[in-house]
C-alpha cells in the first residue's frame, strides 16, 4: 500500500526558508517518479519540481532558483528545500508520486497523494 506524508510546513516571513519533507512508502523498487506540487483555494495545483527515477529533476519557472527537490533513499523520504519565500509561495504543499513512465511537473500525471502540509508567508 503506497502511502506519502508531509511534513514540515508553516509560517514564515518573506525572505525566510523552510524544508519540507515527505516520507513515503510502498515504492520499493524505485520505478517511480516523485514530485512537489502545491495549491491555493480556487486554483488549480500547480506542479513545482519532479525527480525522476534517473536522478534527473524538472522545476516550474516560478521555484527555479529558489526550491530544490531530493531524495533520501535510505530514509525513503523526499525533500522540498524552499528558500528566498515570498507571500505568493503561500499554499498548501503535496507531495506525489506515480510508477514510471511520463513523468511531468504536471499534477494529472501523478497517482497518489499526500494530504498536505501549510505554507504561510508573511510580509
Known amino acids: 500500500q503506497e502511502q506519502l506524508v508531509e511534513s514540515g510546513g508553516g509560517s514564515v516571513q518573506t525572505g525566510g526558508s523552510l524544508r519540507l519533507s515527505c516520507a513515503f512508502s510502498?515504492?520499493?523498487?524505485?520505478?517511480?517518479?516523485l514530485g512537489w506540487f502545491r495549491q491555493v483555494p480556487g486554483k488549480e495545483r500547480e506542479g513545482l519540481a519532479v525527480l525522476e527515477r534517473d536522478g534527473r529533476r524538472t522545476y516550474a519557472d516560478s521555484v527555479k532558483g529558489r526550491f530544490t527537490i531530493s531524495v533520501d533513499k535510505t530514509k525513503n523520504t523526499l525533500y522540498l528545500q524552499m528558500s528566498s519565500l515570498g507571500p505568493e509561495d503561500t499554499a498548501m504543499y503535496y507531495c506525489?508520486?506515480?510508477?514510471?513512465?511520463?513523468?511531468?511537473?504536471?499534477?494529472?500525471?501523478?497517482?497518489?497523494w499526500g494530504q498536505g502540509t501549510q505554507v504561510t508567508v508573511s510580509s
Open positions: 510502498g515504492y520499493s523498487d524505485g520505478t517511480y517518479c
Open positions: 506525489a508520486a506515480k510508477i514510471g513512465g511520463y513523468c511531468p511537473p504536471r499534477a494529472r500525471y501523478f497517482d497518489d
